[in-house]
């Protein structure tokens, strides 16, 4: 996979050293030189390289979950982040956001974590995503839209770490390869402070970089009226408030009922073990 990182807010890809002829994932334009203005070559990079995910740099963890089990309950996240140093990707999979990622100042200034988590909403299970565009310092706010871009890029990537990483998961549970999948995006500038339905997962895993939400605007309000889960304590909607902490500050997060009593679901039917 290509990154998610931001050096000094900027995605990795876009960092000086991968201003390079060598970089795959950058096209290098030279303008030619003209004669009149005897103008210097100027190196222009453009990001149209393909996102392409690799097994070989994902490092995956099972905190408090057990790989093997065949039985996999709810509630159950992932946390990914990527090192500048290596090159590879770092997943959690565990029932909360692992917080020991994101700690240090080098992740507080990068910010190119994705976390998601799976939601039983009225019997069917859906995949919600998270990405963290501006906020928080000047710096992500004046390359919101870069960022934007590189996240959208980015995702189809990121959700084949999931399956990769989670592979006991969807081999139990294939049917989670139709489960849709809700990206929010969180920014302090409103056009990129927003929810998107990129559909089932097995199609929003293979959408081509830059892809956004497969459904327009009309589908998606429809789709959010129906998948907002019960207001009364139920088993058929869990978790029923998000896991993820800044989830909660997000205008469209798809949450109700009560966050008492959580205790676990087995993944696809059934209540409280």
């Known amino acids: 996979m290509g990154t998610l990182t931001a050096a000094l807010v900027l995605p990795s890809k876009l960092k000086p050293a991968y201003f390079t002829e060598d970089n795959p994932s950058f096209v290098l334009h030279r303008t030619r030189r003209r004669t009149k203005n005897n103008q210097p070559l ?3 990079a453009r990001l ?43 997943l959690a999979i565990s029932q909360t956001i692992n917080n020991s990622q994101l700690q240090g100042w080098y992740n507080r200034l990068q910010r190119d ?52 990483g989670d592979e006991n998961l969807f081999n139990n549970y294939p049917e989670l390869q139709e489960a849709l999948v809700w990206v929010y995006f969180h920014s302090n500038i409103p056009e990129f402070n927003k929810v998107e339905c990129w559909g089932p997962l ?57 966050s008492k009593g959580l205790d676990q679901q087995t993944f696809v039917s059934g209540g409280p073990s």
């Open 42 to 44: 100027v190196p222009v």
């Open 113 to 164: 974590e994705v976390v998601a988590e799976w939601k039983k909403i009225k019997g069917k299970m859906s995949l919600h995503v998270h990405c963290h565009i501006s906020g928080g310092h000047f710096l992500l706010d004046l390359f919101a839209t870069l960022r934007y871009y590189i996240f959208c890029k980015e995702l189809p990537v990121v959700l084949k770490a999931f399956v990769h």
């Open 202 to 258: 097995k199609e929003a895993s293979s959408l081509p970089g830059g892809a956004i939400g497969t459904h327009n605007s009309k589908e998606k309000g429809n789709l959010l009226d129906t998948t907002h889960p019960c207001p009364e304590e139920c088993t058929c909607c869990f978790p029923p408030m998000s896991l993820i902490p800044w989830a909660q500050d997000h205008p469209n997060q798809i949450d109700g009922g009560s």
């Open 48 to 90: 149209f390289g393909p996102a392409i995910f690799e097994a070989s740099k994902l490092k995956v963890l099972f905190l408090g979950v057990d790989e093997k089990k065949d039985t996999v309950k709810l509630p159950r996240t992932y946390t990914l982040t990527h090192s500048d140093i290596t090159s590879k990707l770092t």
